[in-house]
């Protein structure tokens, strides 16, 4: 793999987990207000939560496909 392949792969690794746990954290929050009838709060950190596991969700596909096109253009290239 070259080295601007890995960089890539490195890079969606750390974006998948940023966004993952940062998701979770949120949504813990988001049940706390919801216990302490911060109803509206909780709406807001419930939309916030569910936007970063989306891109969670969105670099994961991309990191699917990264390895997929090298897949592809390493068996072209003999290897």
């Known amino acids: ?5 890995r960089d890539l792969v ?9 966004n993952e746990d940062f ?5 813990e929050i988001a049940e706390q207000c919801e216990l302490d009838s ?5 709406v807001t950190m419930r939309d916030i939560s569910r ?6 969700m969105e ?5 699917a496909a990264l390895r997929e096109q090298y ?3 390493s068996e072209g290239e003999g290897g």
Not at 10 to 18: F, M
Not at 38 to 42: P, S, V
Not at 51 to 56: A, P, T
Not at 59 to 63: F, K, P, Q, T, Y
């Open 1 to 5: 793999m070259q080295d601007s392949h």
């Open 10 to 18: 490195d890079a969606l690794h750390i974006c998948i987990t940023v």
């Open 23 to 27: 998701a979770r954290e949120v949504a």
């Open 38 to 42: 911060n109803h509206a709060i909780a």
């Open 51 to 56: 936007n970063h596991r989306i891109r969670g």
């Open 59 to 63: 670099s994961r596909a991309n990191l």
């Open 71 to 73: 897949a592809d253009t």
